[in-house]
């Protein structure tokens, strides 16, 4: 056996073991030196195409089973609960109801709640349930709720906030979108009218310009629109 085709045995074995690093290693290596023959470079240029592949599947997340995402939804930790409610949201949900239900009725963390709120309404599911949410109960069914993505005043207030800020002050747009979108998740299960959606903008205008000090593009904003304050208070 010739000295290429030890090296290519290796590389294979390290395979075999799943040592994918290491495998990696040694094929860098001999690409590295100053003299590779034509056909020994052709197959370690395709074990490092294979290599990358097997090394992004590896770092793939591991899909939780249905058992183990409920199991997390029970945690007490924040964190752990958003990561079964991102789980749990991919999954028809009327096959977990009286889970959710009582989880709900739990005082769960709100943030969390919120997002699984909008996921039972996107699959318009029809079953009542209760959220203890800060204290108070809200029972809705959840084919009668409005998904964020599909309320009126969000998507006013989403263009508005591209017209008064995108060109502009586009970092302080970005930071708008994403307190927008909060300001929607935790509004939940109540959704935005059409109509509250220019005074739903300004508000996170406001806020957002607060946070980063940046009061004189308010100001601009109520001048250009000709308000002085909006209307609507978030909670």
Same mark, same amino acid.
């Given at each position: 056996?010739?000295? &290429? %085709? *030890?090296?290519?045995?290796?590389?294979? %074995?390290?395979?075999?073991? +799943?040592? @994918?690093?290491?495998?990696?290693?040694?094929?860098?290596?001999?690409?590295?030196?100053? &003299?590779?023959?034509?056909?020994? %470079?052709?197959?370690?240029?395709? &074990?490092?195409?294979?290599?990358?592949?097997?090394?992004?599947?590896? *770092? +793939? !997340?591991?899909?939780?089973?249905?058992?183990?995402?409920?199991?997390? /939804?029970?945690?007490?930790?924040? %964190?752990?609960?958003?990561?079964?409610?991102?789980?749990? =949201?991919?999954?028809?949900?009327?096959?977990?109801? !009286?889970?959710?239900? +009582? #989880?709900?009725?739990?005082?769960? @963390?709100?943030? =969390?709640?919120? @997002?699984?709120?909008?996921?039972?309404?996107?699959?318009?599911?029809?079953?009542?349930?209760? #959220?203890?949410?800060?204290?108070?109960? &809200?029972?809705?069914?959840?084919?009668? /709720?409005?998904?964020?993505?599909?309320?009126?005043?969000?998507?006013?207030?989403?263009?508005? $906030?591209?017209? #008064? $800020?995108?060109?502009?002050?586009?970092?302080?747009?970005?930071?708008?979108?994403?307190?927008?979108?909060?300001?929607?998740?935790?509004?939940?299960?109540?959704?935005?009218?059409?109509?509250?959606?220019?005074?739903?903008? /300004? *508000?996170?205008?406001?806020?957002?310009?607060?946070?980063?000090?940046?009061?004189?593009? @308010?100001?601009?904003? $109520?001048?250009?629109?000709?308000?002085?304050? !909006?209307?609507?208070?978030?909670?």
């Amino acid at each position: 056996m010739s000295y &290429y %085709e *030890e090296i290519l045995e290796e590389i294979e %074995e390290k395979i075999r073991q +799943k040592k @994918y690093e290491e495998a990696l290693a040694a094929v860098n290596h001999e690409l590295g030196m100053p &003299y590779v023959p034509s056909d020994f %470079e052709k197959s370690l240029r395709k &074990y490092k195409k294979d290599l990358a592949f097997l090394m992004s599947e590896k *770092e +793939k !997340p591991r899909e939780l089973s249905a058992d183990q995402l409920l199991g997390l /939804l029970e945690s007490d930790k924040p %964190e752990a609960q958003l990561a079964a409610v991102s789980g749990l =949201a991919k999954r028809d949900l009327r096959e977990f109801v !009286p889970e959710i239900q +009582k #989880w709900l009725e739990d005082k769960p @963390y709100p943030e =969390a709640a919120a @997002y699984l709120v909008d996921a039972i309404a996107v699959q318009r599911i029809g079953d009542d349930f209760t #959220w203890n949410k800060n204290g108070v109960e &809200y029972d809705f069914f959840g084919d009668g /709720l409005t998904p964020v993505a599909e309320s009126g005043g969000v998507r006013k207030a989403v263009h508005l $906030l591209q017209t #008064w $800020l995108e060109n502009d002050y586009p970092d302080l747009y970005e930071m708008t979108k994403m307190v927008l979108s909060h300001e929607a998740y935790m509004f939940l299960p109540l959704s935005y009218d059409e109509e509250e959606g220019e005074a739903l903008a /300004l *508000e996170v205008v406001k806020q957002v310009s607060d946070m980063m000090d940046a009061g004189e593009v @308010y100001q601009k904003v $109520l001048k250009e629109t000709g308000h002085s304050d !909006p209307s609507v208070h978030l909670s």
